[in-house]
């Protein structure tokens, strides 16, 4: 239905707690990519705020919206969010309510992020200890981004303890010794579905990657950085701020990156 005539209720737990979850999945010229990866991990999502919602009737309802939306031959994107429902204001779950289903497609522009290089922000990482449930609660999540975006850079890379999880909306490779370098799955970060097409590129272009945690004093040692997502592909970062000094500094983006980004170009857009 048209964007304006869609409705929510006020005491949709999802407009009152922020009591649901979400998903974008990329589609290049209109053809899913990982939907299967992006359906798991919404599957999963919904599994640990234990709500129950046919993952069939999903991946239908998202083919389907791409066609409607008239974007089958266009690069787009498919929205999800599921919200446990409405009901009465209660911060238990209430029993016996119909989840909400909110998905929508829209234009995206996927092309050309192999020529952008990115500034980031380094800051510290205010988020709960649930990073691997992909909540719409993302309050840390915009408030970092916010911090980066009137700062004038792309994106604010959060420290754990010093360590570095991931981006407000990105995951984040390291090359170190011609070694790539990404946080572990596990509660601090989101398991990005690009992230994990990068480690499968690795083992395809024998490039070396470690699941381990990269501590903000290491950057020195560091060579290359870049960030991943659905919509940032494989971004190269170039400079790198804390407290206002410049941590890390580079002109070009780097042969590990650049390789990856070839390679990522080749099977998203089959160019052989
Ligand atoms: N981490 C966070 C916090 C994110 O919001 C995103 C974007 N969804 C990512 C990582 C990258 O995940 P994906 O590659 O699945 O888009």
Redesign the pocket.
Known sequence: MPHDQAFVSVFDRGFMFGDGIY??T?FYKGKPYRLE??LD?LKYSLSQIEVELEIDLIRRTMLEAVSRAGLENSDCAVYVQITRGVAPRTHFYPQHIEPTLLLYAFPVTLEGFENKKASVLVSKDL?WHR?DI?SIS?MA?VRANNESHTAGLAENILLRKGYFT??????IFFVKNNTLYTHPEGPH?????????VIELCANLGIKLIEDCVHIDELVEVDEVFL?????QILAVTSMFHKEEEVFSTTETGKITRALQNEFLRITRNTD
């Open positions: 998903e974008v990329p990866d992006h991990r988020r990073c992909k993302l999540n991931e981006g407000s909306h990105s995951s970060i989101l398991s990005g579905i690009t992230r994990k097409a991943t997502g659905t919509t940032t």
